[in-house]
Nanobody, 124 residues
Framework: QVQLVESGGGLVQAGGSLRLSCAAS????????MGWFRQAPGKEREFVAT????????YYADSVKGRFTISRNNAKNTVYLQMNSLKPEDTAVYYC?????????????????WGQGTQVTVSS
């Protein structure tokens, strides 16, 4: 069992930056691929970014490519999402997720564990 706790959300003006963190419990964090997803009001949860267990492979949604960076520190059992040049359309609840086995993926249904989410609001 893995527990995930996100932090770092908040209110920021358009063009600003935030760094989200996701702290994981358990001794096998380094074996999980990790992902960030988001859900805006009235919309389905969508993929944002993913990182392989070693951190060597990353993928991003087209909407955030070049602005967001996913990274991880396996010694600290933590995955990060650095968000720059934020836009009002980035407003959402952001969730981190852990996937056991295999490689990283954008597919939401392949993730086994989810955090409770952290709110990000970008004002125009």
């Amino acid at each position: 069992q893995v527990q995930l706790v996100e932090s770092g959300g908040g209110l920021v003006q358009a063009g600003g930056s935030l760094r989200l963190s996701c702290a994981a419990s358990g001794r096998t964090f380094s074996s999980y691929a990790m992902g960030w997803f988001r859900q805006a009001p009235g919309k389905e949860r969508e993929f944002v970014a993913t990182i392989s267990w070693r951190g060597s492979i990353t993928y991003y949604a087209d909407s955030v490519k070049g602005r967001f960076t996913i990274s991880r520190n396996n010694a600290k059992n933590t995955v990060y999402l650095q968000m720059n040049s934020l836009k009002p359309e980035d407003t959402a609840v952001y969730y981190c997720a852990a996937k056991t086995g295999g490689g990283s993926t954008w597919r939401l249904d392949e993730y086994d564990y989810w955090g409770q989410g952290t709110q990000v609001t970008v004002s125009s």
